[in-house]
C-alpha cells in the first residue's frame, strides 16, 4: 500500500493535494484501489457542479458493483480527468498521477484541517481495517 507524505487523506479513502489558490485534486486512495480490484466504469461529475463534504461526488464500478465516493471538501468542480472515463483502470495503475480524478477549487481552506495526515492515514487503516 503506498501513501504519500505530501497529500492529505479522508475517512473514505480520498486523497487530496492542494495545489494553489485554493485548488485541490482528489483521487482514490492507493488502499482503496486495492481493495476494490479492477475499476472497469468511472461516472464524474461535470465541471461546474458542486461537491459537498460527506456527500457523493463520483462513482466507480468493480465487477458488478458500484460504490460512491464521497467529497472530503466543499468546492467547485473547475476540471475532470477525462482520461479515466476512457481508461478507468489508470485509477489501478497510478492512483496518485495519472488516475486523479477531478480538480476542485475550495469555498475554505479549512477544509483541509479536517483532512488525515499521511501517518493518520496508515495508522487509520491498521486500526480499521484488516491486513491486505
Known amino acids: 500500500m503506498l501513501v504519500l507524505d505530501e497529500l492529505q487523506y479522508s475517512e473514505d479513502h480520498i486523497w487530496v493535494r492542494y495545489e494553489e489558490n485554493y485548488t485541490v485534486t482528489l483521487g482514490l486512495t492507493d488502499y482503496a484501489q486495492l481493495q476494490l480490484g479492477k475499476l472497469n466504469y468511472?461516472?464524474?461529475p461535470n465541471e461546474g457542479d458542486e461537491v459537498v463534504t460527506c456527500e457523493c461526488f463520483a462513482s466507480v464500478e468493480c465487477g458488478?458493483?458500484?460504490?460512491?465516493?464521497?467529497a472530503p471538501i466543499c468546492g467547485l468542480v473547475i476540471?475532470?480527468?477525462q482520461e479515466i472515463?476512457?481508461?478507468p483502470r489508470l485509477i489501478n495503475y497510478?492512483?496518485?498521477?495519472?488516475?486523479?480524478?477531478i480538480r476542485a477549487k475550495l469555498f475554505s481552506l479549512h477544509d483541509l484541517d479536517m483532512l488525515m495526515s499521511c501517518n493518520a492515514y496508515e495508522e487509520y487503516i491498521l486500526t480499521n481495517?484488516?491486513?491486505i
Do not use: C
Open 42 to 44: 468511472v461516472e464524474l
Open 64 to 70: 458488478r458493483l458500484f460504490n460512491d465516493l464521497y
Open 79 to 81: 476540471s475532470v480527468n
Open 85 to 87: 472515463i476512457e481508461a
Open 94 to 101: 497510478s492512483p496518485y498521477n495519472k488516475g486523479w480524478i
Open 129 to 131: 481495517y484488516l491486513p
